[in-house]
């Protein structure tokens, strides 16, 4: 699954994966992270996600990292904003109030980019992923990360030979795997959801599980 996947995927509006609304499970489980007001907020593979919005009403700066310029821009236009343009190492970063967005590689996060943040929302970023390039990810981040971040972490599980990814299953022992020697792993919920997902239903699944996890790196 190379770059150029997800770049054409935004430039014809194959966006299924966007979400129009606040995520219902940010909203309920973020007061878990206890974070302090003015905490920064780190969002991989944040798109227009709105959820950036919701972060900002809590007192908290954002920093997302977005491969697409499409996606950059919609964020900013979409929410009527203005952001300063700048270029900042490997990305083209965007800044407005409270947000900044920097466009480009995930992989080419370094550790200075991320000193300030305190906190991880990945709700479409780890499912996007195939398992190898999964396994990078999370290395990648952890390299990065500063000690005694929080991961606010939300990912679907069901059979994947029932439907080809995106998003792919992501199991909450694969989740332990990844991530349980270096952060502390605690499975806030489970929940069947495939009544509530129709679209789902039609690609022929089973069985659909969303899992929220608080991760607390060591």
Not at 137 to 146: A, E, G, K, T
Request: proline share 5%; aromatic share 12%.
């Amino acid at each position: 699954m190379k770059n150029d996947y997800w770049l054409d995927r935004w430039k014809h509006g194959e966006i299924g994966f966007h979400q129009n609304e606040i995520n219902p499970y940010l909203c309920q489980y973020w007061q878990e992270l206890h974070l302090a007001p003015g905490s920064v907020v780190f969002v991989p593979l944040c798109g227009k996600s709105r959820d950036m919005l919701w972060l900002c009403e809590q007192k908290h700066s954002v920093l997302g990292v977005e491969l697409s310029a499409i996606a950059v821009q919609a964020f900013f236009e979409e929410n009527r904003l203005s952001p300063h343009h700048m270029i900042s190492g490997k990305f083209d970063r965007y800044d407005a109030n409270f947000i900044s967005i920097l466009c480009g590689n995930f992989f080419d996060l370094s550790k200075n980019d991320l000193a300030k943040v305190s906190a991880v929302y990945d709700r479409a970023s780890l499912v996007a992923l195939p398992p190898e390039i999964r396994k990078r990810y999370v290395s990648h981040l952890l390299s990065i990360l500063p000690a005694a971040t929080k991961i606010l972490l939300i990912t679907f599980n069901y059979p994947q030979a029932e439907m080809s990814g995106p998003p792919f299953a992501v199991s909450p022992d694969e989740v332990k795997a990844l991530y349980q020697e270096h952060a502390e792993v605690r499975l806030l919920t489970q929940l069947n959801v495939l009544a509530q997902n129709q679209r789902y239903q039609e690609r022929g699944l089973s069985q659909l599980h969303e899992s929220i996890f608080l991760l607390t790196l060591l």
